[in-house]
């Protein structure tokens, strides 16, 4: 991933009585640790801004530098006028206020109430100024500040990579699939990033090609060694691998970052092959792959890969509702990567609906703790909940899946009548994307900074209820 670029500077009054200096000096050693763990370039600036002129420099220098977050301490009060030279910056800002240094006498350094007058100036007294502040608070290495530091990192991460990146849709929608139509403007308006359409064809020739070409024997028992069963031919396997490698050239040639792809229905009548243990191999080697041409299902996916330092993500279905266990049934043909899977590994198979043709991989997820995202560029919305997968004996279907309970919406605790209700009075679609870690922090942090609404809770009742509105704030 490509890292984000920190910048911190610090605001000085000298009539102040606290030790400003030492402060500013201690944030920046403290900093300077934090990028090495955190992946993020660091740009300190040492000598304290005193004057608007100070203020001036140093904004147009860090714009110089290509800093993505500006970070201004109140090392002491400051005068307000010295925030407005970075509105005109490119970077996202945030303020910052420290403890203060003594506790009885002159007030030391005033930095909270500097903090909250640029605060205040950024949102309500700047008209011209759109962009959201982040506050901060705390000396530089208590929790406190590494807590709200550290999740305003992660987030500008993923949405500077989000921003760079190229989702590959290959094929058109999947017929009757209306829930997975997509506006490729308003995506790149709010995310930056880039859809490319492909067509089928593309894929049919590398296929034929990687198949004509041989050299998938080795890959041929790799996949072999790592399944722990199999119920399919040599010759599905071999069509598994000449997929993998037809969908490795396009991504090579296109620049792609992620990709997403008609697999059904036309592709298993053409070549004799459901894509699902394909896609999981994908996306267990670092590229974020979908089934079914869902861009917005692979865009959050892409969102959850970023968001936690790279793990592997899934694209699953809500199958099925168990309210005496308060639980709910996440499902799929087969698309996910080897480490979702519990201590019994996987079979590759065929096809539950398709039984003459593989290949998937079929088992049970691993017990744990997990996020679900989907974003909805509509209206700019994200439905976002936790959960836990946990050991159950049935009912459980061919394909892969788990039950989730211990379930949340927003970080809100829901029963599984509170998620069904949420999800469905709110329209959202019938994929949802997952990863195995509570991300909810860095994910309502990102979509704070991109101007989506989460959803919050609906709690469920008998009757026909609507969405609450959502409010949108500016980007």
Excluded at 161 to 187: C, Q, W
Excluded at 405 to 432: E, K, Q, R, W, Y
Aim: hydrophobic content about 40%; proline content about 4%.
């Amino acid at each position: 991933m490509e890292k984000v670029r920190v910048a911190l500077a610090g605001t000085f009054r000298p009539i102040f009585h606290g030790n400003m200096q030492a402060v500013l000096a201690h944030s920046i050693e403290v900093l300077k640790k934090k990028s090495a763990a955190l992946n993020f370039d660091f740009i300190p600036v040492s000598a304290g801004m005193e004057t608007l002129s100070d203020a001036q420099a140093v904004a147009k220098q860090l714009e110089a530098a290509g800093a993505d977050l500006i970070v201004i301490q109140n090392s002491s009060f400051a005068d307000g006028d010295m925030i407005l030279p970075f509105f005109s910056t490119s970077a996202r800002l945030a303020v910052w206020a420290v403890e203060e240094t003594t506790t009885s006498g002159p007030l030391p350094l005033n930095s909270f109430c500097a903090t909250n007058l640029y605060v205040s100036i950024a949102g309500r007294y700047a008209p011209d100024y759109k962009k959201s502040v982040k506050w901060l608070y705390g000396n530089a290495g208590s929790d406190d500040f590494g807590r709200r530091f550290d999740t305003t990192v992660r987030a500008l991460t993923a949405i500077k990579n989000l921003r760079k990146s190229k989702l590959l849709m290959i094929g058109d929608t999947v017929p009757g699939y209306h829930d997975e139509k997509f506006d490729a403007g308003k995506l790149r308006n709010i995310f930056g990033v880039t859809i490319e359409k492909l067509g089928l064809e593309e894929f049919y020739d590398e296929f034929q090609t990687a198949m004509n070409n041989g050299g998938l024997d080795a890959a041929v028992e790799a996949i072999k060694q790592e399944s722990s069963g199999i119920d399919v031919s040599h010759s599905d396997i071999r069509k598994s691998v000449g997929a993998e490698a037809a969908f490795q050239k396009i991504i090579s040639r296109h620049n792609g970052s992620a990709m997403t792809f008609r697999c059904w229905p036309e592709v298993p009548n053409k070549i004799g092959l459901m894509v699902c243990s394909t896609i999981g191999r994908l996306n267990q080697q670092g590229t974020v792959a979908a089934t079914e041409t869902d861009v917005l299902g692979a865009l959050s996916m892409m969102t959850l890969r970023y968001l936690s330092g790279g793990r592997e993500t899934v694209l699953m279905d809500l199958s099925g509702w168990d309210k005496q266990s308060d639980s709910v049934y996440i499902w799929h043909c087969g698309n996910v990567p080897k480490s979702w899977f519990d201590a019994s590994g996987f079979r590759l198979a065929n096809h539950f609906n398709r039984d003459t043709i593989g290949v998937v991989r079929e088992g049970t997820m691993k017990p744990g703790e997990l996020t679900a995202l989907r974003f909805l560029e509509d209206d700019a919305s994200a439905f976002l909940a936790t959960g836990s997968f946990y050991k159950r004996e049935s009912p459980i279907y061919k394909g892969v899946s788990s039950w989730m309970n211990n379930l949340a919406i927003n970080g809100v605790p829901a029963t599984s009548a509170d998620f069904m209700n949420t999800l469905l009075v709110n329209a959202v679609p019938h994929h949802l994307a997952y990863v195995d870690k509570n991300v909810t922090t860095d994910v309502n942090e990102l979509c704070a900074w991109l101007g989506i609404s989460v959803i919050n809770p609906l709690p469920y009742q008998d009757y026909l209820q609507k969405p609450h509105p959502l409010f949108r704030p500016e980007l």
